[in-house]
């Protein structure tokens, strides 16, 4: 009987421990998980600021000052070290983030998740975004090595660091998920650029639009889908000369839409994803510099998006936002200048039907069979065999919708075509605008930049301001890219670019600022055809009215205009709402939201109810009004905002009015504003019951979420700020500005920053998440911006990083 109870004794401790150490499904080996020496309780400690590092490669060695906020202040003797230096740094503070981006870039998260993440995997590899890498890689090996070896330096010093970890140094999400991390190439900073070129770029409808067309015909459909806006306040002024463009508009051809119907497409960046960015110029200037402003519109993740550092070598001296993965300052200032970049969301991605022939071997183009190239895609899958995807590519693109994936007709595809993966040079723009010392310098230096189309802002010491909206874009022939093409004709190609000279841009305008807001670029005198992809037209508004409203202008005014929560799209619909809905059908407990809402004054403000009731009534009304475009197994796509309420306004008596579903009613916009209220009033009065109230606060719920959404303990949530889409300070539940900056341009540049995090990308950290409420309150924060790398008193910590020998 002892041996026995000796035997299921062992027996047990065998199980326990297996159990303990053996990832099951989504549960982590909470064995290793939880053990003391090399567990999650390794992750509590701060970062250490101090000492001396050794780094093999390095040429001299790398002074770095750390400030109170973490921020390291990095003095290098050469572009080299400074590089490796920005690696191995970004690697300390936050290594899981600056790899997993790229796994996600990569199509790789089958290797972290399992099989579940198959289907995300297959659409990133099928969007070409690997391709897109290896094109950027190749392009660098032929025309930029200097440019490549920087890179090559930034993946050392990543590699240096990942190299003196031990399992128990590993980021707490690589044992909870049970990884380990990888060594850095130069590819995987071609896939976090490939990563910001998709999500700032990637959000395109033609294919919806196509479903649109088909079902609701030409007249309706530029009704709805106008490529102007009856008000147009463009990023570039209205009253710009192009006469100075001598290259004309690809001619029209005979080409007609191909009206195929798909019934869903790959998932597609959030929407919002977009900026504001301002300059004004020292006339307008109460201290008589000119000052900046930037604040990208963004996902709300921790760790946060951003990493600010600054980065000095004998010859340049830069300061502001990184983004791990990238090297050199994306957003912030030099000695001379600053810079900052909102989306342009130009239309840099069309799709083409392509016909194959039998065995799939060749696509029909110009009366003639080409070859098709395959990329066969080898996608590991944690705890089960590799998957392989056979990705066609036609000179279009690749094929991603095909009999394989998303589509069952076996004889045709669609293909993309894509800027992104035409390769280029993006980094190069970074790395010589952090050296920039002028505005031909700002220019030279954009002229490397391919994709995402971005309005880059500027100001210099000297007393420029300009605005360049800088992508390389398609000279589209009039209407091209709205809808699927025929990929068998050829004059359905892009024909050629717009000449980088002739992109839309000014300097020094008359009316003394610059700005831009995801507005439409151009108006309608531009000689190149500009889609209208739904473009931002509230928030514009709101700044350049703020900038024309007086003469001057201060620090003060750039904060207040940051954190500016007025609701222009609900001032310009309310009231009508108001005034045509009949109240006499209410019931009391509808009248007390009714007068709720009658007595807003369109600010987003934490403390208020307005907002919400908006939101409610504004969401139910749109889908009330838009039903005829919910129709079945067909990706379709409903008119933006502006339109939508354009249409209320001026075509009250419609079709589309009328509720689908009624057969026996002809409903009107009064009707609908009734009908939307009650639902809005039903919903706010649970939310009421579910959180006690239906204020801003509550109603938004802002969050900054964990990039593993799974991860509760790792977020921040009900965060206490106000605005919302389409508002100047656009923070909406998870999305807003994810970076503030503003910068004097005095000599040197004064400058303040914000963001929603901290430096650290470790849970455990004092600065993980330490910036978020002087974010939500609209504080900012001194940027120390050192002259030389003599320490002063606001650095807490000095790291020296040594050469091996």
Do not use: C
Not at 446 to 471: H, R
């Amino acid at each position: 009987m002892k041996y026995a109870k000796l035997l299921l004794s062992f027996i047990l401790t065998i199980v326990i421990f297996f159990v303990l150490n053996t990832k099951m499904g989504t549960i982590p080996p909470i064995g290793k998980f939880l053990n003391p020496y090399n567990g999650i309780w390794q992750n509590e400690h701060d970062e250490s600021i101090s000492g001396e590092i050794t780094i093999p490669g390095l040429k001299d060695k790398v002074t770095v000052h750390y400030d109170e906020q973490l921020i390291p202040h990095v003095f290098a003797q050469n572009e080299h070290d400074l590089y490796k230096a920005q690696g191995y740094l970004t690697a300390k503070h936050r290594l899981w983030q600056l790899e997993f981006q790229t796994y996600a870039s990569a199509g790789r998260l089958s290797e972290i998740f399992g099989e579940t993440a198959l289907n995300y995997d297959r659409s990133e590899r099928r969007r070409g975004m690997g391709y897109g890498a290896d094109q950027a890689i190749a392009y660098m090996k032929k025309n930029d090595t200097e440019t490549l070896r920087f890179i090559q330096d930034y993946a050392d010093g990543v590699n240096a660091y990942i190299n003196q970890l031990s399992p128990k140094d590993y980021p707490v999400e690589y044992k909870l998920l049970d990884y380990k991390p990888e060594e850095w190439t130069p590819k995987k900073t071609a896939l976090l650029l490939m990563y910001m070129t998709k999500m700032l770029a990637g959000y395109d409808d033609d294919l919806e639009y196509t479903n649109v067309l088909r079902e609701i015909g030409e007249k309706n459909f530029n009704l709805l889908f106008p490529d102007f806006f009856d008000i147009t306040d463009p990023v570039i002024p209205k009253e710009t000369d192009w006469s100075f463009i001598d290259v004309p508009q690809t001619d029209l051809p005979a080409s007609k839409v191909v009206l195929d119907t798909i019934t869903a497409t790959i998932i597609k960046p959030h929407p919002d994803n977009g900026s504001n960015n301002w300059a004004i110029s020292g006339a307008k200037s109460k201290t008589g510099h000119p000052i900046l402003a930037n604040d990208p519109h963004l996902g709300l993740n921790l760790p946060a998006i951003w990493y600010i550092m600054q980065l000095s070598t004998p010859n340049h001296n830069a300061f502001g936002a990184t983004i791990p993965g990238a090297l050199g300052v994306i957003s912030g200032f030099n000695q001379f200048i600053a810079w900052g970049e909102t989306n342009a969301t130009r239309d840099v991605i069309d799709w083409y039907k392509v016909e194959f022939n039998e065995d799939r071997t060749k696509y029909k183009y110009d009366g003639t069979w080409k070859d098709v190239t395959i990329r066969v895609e080898d996608i590991k899958i944690k705890g089960k065999e590799n998957y392989k995807d056979s990705v066609l590519y036609t000179h279009h693109g690749p094929v991603v919708y095909d009999k394989n994936f998303m589509s069952d007709n076996g004889r045709s595809g669609y293909a993309m075509r894509w800027i992104g993966h035409e390769g280029g040079n993006n980094q190069k723009t970074f790395i010589e605008m952090n050296k920039a010392k002028n505005y031909d310098d700002y220019v030279s230096a954009l002229k490397y930049w391919n994709a995402p189309a971005q309005n880059f802002v500027f100001a210099s010491t000297e007393g420029d301001i300009a605005l360049w909206i800088q992508g390389k874009f398609p000279n589209k022939w009039e209407g091209q890219g709205k809808f699927l093409m025929d990929g068998s004709n050829p004059e359905n190609d892009w024909q050629s670019y717009i000449p980088q000279a002739y992109n839309a841009h000014t300097k020094n305008p008359e009316r003394g600022f610059v700005s831009s807001a995801n507005q439409h670029p151009v108006d309608e005198n531009y000689p190149y055809y500009v889609f209208n992809d739904g473009y931002e037209t509230y928030r514009n508004r709101v700044i350049n009215d703020y900038f024309n409203s007086k003469e001057k202008f201060g620090i003060d005014d750039f904060k207040a205009l940051h954190n500016n929560n007025f609701n222009l799209k609900a001032s310009e619909l309310l009231p009508l709402m108001i005034s045509e809905m009949d109240t006499s059908e209410l019931t009391e407990d509808e009248l007390i939201i009714f007068n709720e809402i009658k007595n807003w004054k369109f600010n987003n403000d934490i403390d208020e109810v307005g907002p919400s009731i908006w939101r409610q009534w504004y969401g139910k009304l749109r889908n009330l009004l838009w039903d005829e475009f919910d129709i079945e197994d067909v990706a379709m796509m409903k008119p933006y905002t502006y339109q939508t309420i354009y249409f209320l306004k001026h075509h009250s008596s419609h079709e589309y009015i009328d509720i689908v579903e009624t057969k026996d009613k002809v409903e009107t916009s009064q009707d609908l504003y009734l009908i939307a209220f009650k639902e809005a009033a039903e919903r706010l009065n649970e939310i009421k019951s579910e959180k006690g109230d239906y204020k801003w606060l509550k109603y938004k719920a802002t969050y900054a979420g964990h990039l593993l959404q799974g991860l509760p303990a790792f977020s921040r949530f009900d965060i206490p700020i106000g605005g919302d889409r389409n508002i100047v300070n656009a923070t909406s539940e998870n999305h807003g500005p994810s970076w503030r900056m503003i910068v004097e341009m005095t000599s040197p540049p004064t400058a303040l920053g914000i963001y929603p995090g901290g430096q650290s990308g470790n849970p455990g950290s004092k600065y993980y998440d330490n910036f978020i409420d002087d974010w939500a309150e609209g504080k900012y924060h001194e940027l120390n911006f050192l002259q030389s790398e003599t320490t002063t008193a606001a650095m807490i910590g000095t790291l020296t990083l040594k050469p091996t020998n």
